[in-house]
């Protein structure tokens, strides 16, 4: 199948600062990658739909100014936790789908585990 | 709004036992349905894919069936081993939004 790459799958930040998250789709292209959230054995959350060369589209109560999505090209978009807090310690993942429209599968990322401090 | 339910949300079978994974949503109007699995930690690798026209798929010793009217699959896993412990989500998508279920944590024992 399909890969899709995410870096980095740890990082420890402190409260304030900022972490960027990037998903790469490795040999195919995206025009639309997805932003879930996952809490501890809890399922995934869909924060954010990503799109190439627009804005991001995001979810009832998803913060887009403390969540930033950029999809500069068809194989990268990132996620960027601005002024990160103990509460935005998660587990981050992301997904394209290889191909248009709606029979096309979804491709998930490795996850990144978030820990601020 | 489209609601996914698995049963049960933890199962634990000795190994070599075939088991039944089930997946419930509200709003038949789905494009396809996906079973994934997730290791702790890391994460969704897709297991089965089934076209919303589609009954059923397989793979190895995974089956995996669709009644879209009735709003239910099931995931079929023959002659589970150890390595089949992972926690086991399924999803449906409708529009460009997948929704997913709770997941099935599995525990096969030696």
């Known amino acids: 199948g399909a890969v899709v790459s995410q870096h980095p799958s740890r990082v420890i930040c402190k409260s304030g600062t900022s972490v960027k998250i990037e998903c790469r789709s490795l040999?195919?292209?995206?025009?639309?990658m997805f932003w879930y959230r996952q809490f501890p054995k809890k399922s995934l959350m869909l924060m954010a739909t990503?799109?190439?060369?627009?804005?991001?589209?995001?979810e009832q109560g998803v913060e887009k100014d403390k969540f930033l999505i950029n999809h500069a090209s068809l194989t990268l978009s990132t996620l960027t936790v601005t002024s990160a807090h103990p509460e935005d310690s998660s587990f981050y993942i992301c997904?394209?789908?290889?191909?248009?429209?709606?029979?096309?599968?979804?491709?998930f990322g490795q996850g990144t585990r978030l820990t601020v401090v | 709004k489209q609601e996914v339910t698995q049963i049960p949300a933890a199962l634990s079978v000795p190994e070599g036992e075939n088991l039944v994974l089930n997946c419930s949503f509200t709003?038949?109007?789905?494009?396809?349905l996906q079973w994934f699995r997730q290791d702790p930690g890391k994460g969704l690798t897709s297991l089965l894919l089934?076209?919303?026209?589609?009954r059923e798929q397989t793979s190895g010793r995974l089956n995996a069936s669709l009644d879209k009217s009735s709003g239910r699959s099931t995931l079929y896993i023959a002659a589970s081993q150890p390595g089949d412990s992972a926690t086991y989500l399924c999803a449906v998508q409708a529009g460009n939004m997948l929704t997913f279920g709770g997941g099935t944590r599995l525990m096969v024992k030696p």
């Open positions: 997904s394209a789908r290889d191909g248009k429209g709606a029979v096309a599968e979804a491709f």
């Open positions: 089934i076209q919303s026209s589609q």
């Open positions: 990503s799109n190439e060369g627009s804005k991001a589209t995001y």
């Open positions: 709003d038949s109007a789905i494009y396809n």
């Open positions: 040999d195919f292209q995206a025009t639309t």
